[in-house]
């Protein structure tokens, strides 16, 4: 019928009882006449326990060395599923990132996937053939273990779908596919059918966990259908494609939260030509990743206040960033961190008017005070005080006909 990219998430995979399930899972695909390419994480908390050891050695371990420990995970997956695999008489095979080989830049603890060898792997799928290749993971040109970064291995499977040119690419996981918000938290929330790439990388982007951020991006540029859908049921997920397809009845599609963020406000700064510039410079090439912007109007003509959101991690070396920095003068830096980043997002936000006056009346009614703003096209994000998290988040699910 044609060739299917499947992708395993740890969780899937989080046993020897739910490798067998994934492996009958793979052989009820390649009955139907499919050629399968199984890209797997590792099980479930196993990166985490690996990352804690390099900690128990160092808590700066050498990144070279750290790439190579935590890739050990997927491997062990790798080998598992094969051999669930052969028990279930279909022809299997195990690659690792070298014997493919998966190319990278490079850049360790956060490499990007430049290339993949398709000779040795598409010889494989013609001689019915499973492939199970690693997430997560890549070689270097010179040859260095490299990982993708958290989530690398949907970034993996977008790849390998667009590299091998499969017809469809589908991420299993422990949900039954993407919802228009949390619902362990929201109860309410319900499976959405059909999402745009866009609204599904903002979503992303915002703190849904569904799908790693640039593998939906990847799936966009490329134009690759993707599908998420649960490991444990046979119910249809979501399907993932261009914008066009879908007919949009309702303004708001998601509603996302992340609790990731921290608040840094620069007082006092010198208000003319450059300055900004001059604050977020350093910050860039230290590989910050600034998201909101405030500028105040100033009320001398001389100074002003700058503030911006960070991830909460990069706080400290952020505030020492701009400490350092002799291009700059100001009175004070303030951080803030027990905020909360709430977003809204939709591509029918579009064609209707008063979105933006719906969400922060919502929010004012429910006496919740916000301290930044961000828009785009499609998606309206605010930074709240962490503790309303949950009360805002119920409150915009309800107000724009989610529940």
Not at 77 to 91: E, F
Request: charge should be neutral; proline fraction near 2%.
């Amino acid at each position: 019928m044609g060739k299917k990219v499947l992708k395993f998430g740890g969780t899937s995979v989080g046993t020897t009882e739910r490798i067998q399930h994934v492996a009958n899972i793979i052989k009820k695909e390649q009955s139907s006449g499919n050629k399968i390419i199984a890209v797997v994480s590792a099980m479930a908390g196993k990166t985490n326990e690996l990352f804690k050891l390099s900690n128990e050695i160092s808590e700066e371990f050498n990144k070279r060395e750290l790439d190579v420990l935590l890739s050990s995970g997927e491997q062990v997956t790798c080998a598992l599923l094969s051999g669930a695999l052969s028990k279930l008489d279909v022809k299997a095979k195990s690659w690792m990132n070298w014997q493919i080989p998966i190319l990278t830049d490079g850049k360790h603890t956060n490499a990007r996937i430049i290339n993949m060898h398709v000779e040795r792997i598409n010889k494989y799928l013609d001689e019915n053939g499973v492939v199970i290749m690693p997430g997560f993971q890549g070689v270097s040109q010179n040859g260095d273990i490299t990982t993708i970064g958290r989530g690398g291995s949907d970034a993996t499977a977008v790849a390998a779908a667009k590299i091998f040119n499969a017809d469809s690419c589908e991420i299993y996981t422990d949900v039954d596919g993407v919802f228009s918000s949390d619902p362990n938290k929201i109860p309410v929330a319900k499976k959405i059918d059909k999402i745009s790439y866009d609204e599904m990388l903002e979503l992303s982007s915002l703190g849904a966990k569904v799908m790693q951020s640039s593998a939906v991006q990847t799936a966009m540029m490329y134009d690759i259908p993707l599908e998420v859908r649960s490991t444990f049921t046979d119910r249809k997920g979501t399907k993932i494609f261009s914008q066009e397809s879908i007919d949009y009845t309702k303004s708001v599609t998601g509603v996302a939260y992340s609790k990731d963020d921290a608040k840094i406000t620069v007082i006092g700064v010198e208000d003319r030509p450059g300055v900004a510039a001059n604050i977020f410079e350093p910050l860039s090439n230290a590989q910050i990743n600034v998201d909101m912007v405030i500028q105040n109007i100033s009320s001398d003509q001389k100074t002003t206040d700058i503030t911006f959101t960070v991830k909460r991690n990069e706080v400290t070396k952020t505030k020492k960033i701009l400490k350092d920095n002799n291009k700059i003068e100001y009175k004070e830096i303030i951080d803030r961190d027990k905020v909360a980043k709430i977003s809204i997002v939709g591509a029918g936000m579009v064609t209707t008017p008063g979105v933006t006056y719906k969400m922060f009346r919502a929010l004012s009614d429910e006496g919740i005070n916000i301290l930044a703003i961000s828009t785009s096209e499609i998606k309206i994000s605010v930074i709240i005080e962490e503790e309303n998290t949950l009360k805002a988040v119920k409150k915009l699910h309800t107000i724009f006909d989610l529940d």
